[in-house]
């Protein structure tokens, strides 16, 4: 006689699943309230209409707010399907999936982290990770930087032997500049085949772009990249990046140089100190700093940018520091940058005191470049990662011995993608 068995994580998983329908079920509630407008998903829907009419990429605004196209030709290239479904609908599939990614990024996640697989963790993270604001702001423009993530974190994750490495990352670097920063990171810890695969993959895309809209690549790559200002008002508490700090400190809405000088010494340190992690055997922190590095040092880094605080809790709950896991989930949940006055420039007028509330993500982003050095540079030689259980399977991230490793490789104020 057969018996069947019921494991002890049966009633997380049904507690998990019901906690992800009530949170799925706010949310739907929430959009349909407030109506929300998702003006980013608007603008790459105009920028597929924009490749299939043949009409300037870059010539066009949308939305109340005179949105422009921003990404290179190769996004609107792929943008071009959003065009076969109404608005109505293509905002529903944007929303739905947005979440199928999240919850891909939760999984890949903890497997980043070298966490067990436990059915539950996925569910009740995605259930949680709804909240979190950039996650929130991600669904509430209909953006895609779970996607972009998620494309990063799992090429990144592959043994380093897998065919094609890096091919995942140079596609997301076509679609948006701002990973092609994982690709320096990658030099220097020696991961050459890797990175020559991501720059060849990312040359692909420019040559596709070229190659199906001429006139507008030549626009770009020689003029729009090079506008910041097109892509939003940097000062903005919206600005979450280096750049978005320094001027609302400076109540200066051009900081050039006195940006420009502390990102160059920014990236110098976030590098050396994703290198030396890396090298200590810490390779999942040296490759999260490198991510966190390239969000400070971006001229615009919006808050819904920061989705890398997913993976982020995942490791520090790997490695059981819960109590910091959870002053994590907290910062990236308070909003306190929208709980202060941002009308007009009131975002330049902000006292001492305000300022670390205006900016929290780069206040918190330095914070852990200086906490991951001096974490790595206490335990070099050692290789941190979490404790496994028996028979569970071996972290994707562990480094192998020589010769067989695996490594790892808001508002409408004129905001942009």
Same mark, same amino acid.
């Given at each position: 006689m057969i018996h069947r068995t019921?494991?002890?994580?049966?009633?997380?998983?049904?507690?998990?699943?019901?906690?992800?329908?009530?949170?799925?079920?706010?949310?739907?509630?929430?959009?349909?309230?407030?109506?929300?407008?998702?003006?980013?998903?608007?603008?790459y829907r105009a920028e597929g209409a924009a490749v299939v009419g043949g009409t300037d990429l870059y010539g066009f605004t949308v939305t109340e707010w005179n949105l422009?196209?921003?990404?290179?030709?190769?996004?609107?290239? !792929?943008?071009?399907?959003?065009?076969?479904?109404?608005?109505?609908?293509?905002?529903?599939?944007?929303?739905?999936?947005?979440?199928a990614l999240l919850a891909l990024l939760?999984?890949?996640?903890?497997? /980043?982290?070298?966490?067990?697989?436990?059915?539950?963790?996925?569910?009740?993270?995605?259930?949680?990770?709804?909240? !979190?604001?950039?996650? /929130?702001? +991600?669904?509430? /423009?209909g953006q895609i930087n779970l996607a972009l993530a998620c494309l990063v974190l799992w090429?990144?994750?592959?043994?380093?032997?897998? *065919? #094609?490495?890096?091919?995942?990352?140079?596609?997301?670097?076509?679609?948006?500049?701002?990973? #092609?920063? /994982? *690709?320096?990171?990658?030099?220097?810890?020696?991961?050459?085949r890797t990175a020559v695969t991501a720059t060849a993959s990312f040359i692909g895309t420019v040559l596709l772009g070229v190659l199906v809209l001429p006139g507008a690549s030549v626009d770009f790559w020689t003029r729009r990249m090079f506008e910041t200002a097109r892509v939003g008002k940097a000062w903005i508490v919206d600005n979450q990046s280096l750049q978005g700090f320094v001027a609302r400190v400076l109540r200066n809405e051009e900081p050039g140089l006195l940006w420009a000088a502390p990102a160059v010494l920014v990236a110098l340190l976030g590098l050396w100190v994703a290198r030396r992690a890396h090298r200590g055997g810490h390779t999942q922190w040296g490759l999260l700093t490198a991510a966190f590095t390239a969000l400070l040092i971006s001229p615009i880094s919006w808050s819904h940018h920061w989705v890398w605080c997913v993976p982020l809790g995942a490791l520090l709950l790997a490695e059981r520091r819960v109590w910091t896991a959870a002053f994590v989930a907290l910062l990236f949940t308070a909003r306190t940058h929208?709980?202060?006055?941002?009308?007009?420039?009131?975002? !330049?007028?902000?006292?001492?005191?305000?300022?670390?509330?205006?900016?929290p993500y780069p206040v918190f982003g330095l914070a852990l470049l200086v906490w991951v050095? *001096?974490?790595?540079?206490?335990? +070099? #030689?050692?290789?941190?990662?979490?404790?496994?259980?028996?028979?569970?399977?071996?972290?994707?991230?562990?480094?192998?011995?020589?010769?067989?490793?695996?490594?790892?490789e808001s508002t409408g104020r004129t905001r942009r993608t």
């Open positions: 019921v494991t002890p994580r049966s009633p997380r998983v049904i507690a998990s699943g019901v906690l992800l329908l009530v949170s799925l079920a706010a949310l739907t509630a929430l959009c349909v309230t407030l109506r929300i407008p998702m003006a980013d998903t608007l603008v422009p196209a921003t990404y290179p030709p190769f996004a609107a290239i !792929l943008f071009v399907p959003t065009t076969w479904l109404p608005i109505p609908l293509l905002k529903i599939a944007f929303v739905v999936g947005n979440v939760a999984h890949l996640s903890f497997r /980043f982290a070298g966490m067990r697989s436990r059915p539950w963790l996925p569910l009740a993270a995605t259930a949680l990770g709804i909240w !979190l604001e950039p996650v /929130f702001q +991600t669904l509430l /423009f090429d990144l994750g592959r043994p380093e032997g897998a *065919v #094609g490495k890096g091919f995942a990352l140079g596609i997301a670097a076509g679609i948006k500049l701002t990973p #092609g920063f /994982f *690709v320096v990171y990658l030099l220097l810890i020696g991961r050459i929208w709980l202060l006055p941002h009308d007009g420039k009131l975002d !330049l007028q902000y006292p001492w005191w305000q300022q670390p509330l205006a900016s050095a *001096v974490r790595t540079g206490r335990t +070099t #030689g050692t290789v941190a990662l979490p404790t496994q259980r028996a028979g569970s399977a071996r972290p994707a991230f562990e480094d192998e011995p020589e010769g067989r490793s695996t490594d790892t």
